[in-house]
């Protein structure tokens, strides 16, 4: 069955126009799976690109060969800081993401770092901290 629009629906959608954030490519790191593929759903659904990765490591040597515009990277990861990470890319965006307390100041002292957000991220604002970023 397929269900009709309404002409309040079509002129909706009809105003939307794409903007810059929706060719924008998200890399996320984060040690929890779940995390990952959350994150990375909801930013597709909302039209950006994505890649991803759970160590550090395997970040830096996936997103050194690929261009991506902001980096959404957990303090602590399993097998190295999310600081160091983010020292990789030096002119790319950052969004920190943390569990813990008391790292917002250390965070926010990157010259690149556009947002700091506790865990569990609310997709909803991470959105808005990068559509911000891109204005």
């Known amino acids: 069955m397929v269900r009709a629009h309404s002409k309040k629906e079509s002129s909706l959608s009809e105003t939307i126009k794409p903007?810059?954030?929706?060719?924008?490519?998200?890399?996320?790191?984060?040690s929890h799976v779940?995390?990952?593929?959350?994150?990375?759903?909801f930013l597709e659904e909302r039209g950006f690109d994505t890649i991803w990765a759970y160590k550090g490591k395997d970040a830096?040597?996936?997103?050194?060969?690929?261009?991506?515009?902001?980096?959404?990277?957990?303090?602590?990861?399993?097998?190295?800081?999310?600081?160091?990470?983010?020292?990789?890319?030096p002119k790319v965006k950052v969004v920190f993401v943390t569990a813990y307390d008391g790292m917002?100041?250390?965070?926010?002292?990157?010259?690149?770092?556009?947002?700091?957000?506790k865990k569990p991220v609310d997709f909803e604002e991470l959105?808005?901290?990068?559509?911000?970023?891109?204005?």
């Open 127 to 135: 959105e808005f901290v990068i559509r911000k970023a891109f204005g």
């Open 60 to 89: 830096i040597a996936k997103f050194s060969k690929d261009d991506f515009d902001i980096l959404v990277v957990s303090i602590k990861l399993d097998d190295m800081s999310g600081f160091l990470v983010a020292k990789e890319f």
């Open 104 to 117: 917002e100041q250390e965070a926010k002292m990157f010259p690149n770092c556009i947002g700091v957000l």
């Open 19 to 30: 903007s810059r954030v929706e060719k924008t490519k998200v890399g996320i790191i984060d």
């Open 34 to 41: 779940d995390s990952v593929t959350s994150m990375s759903n």
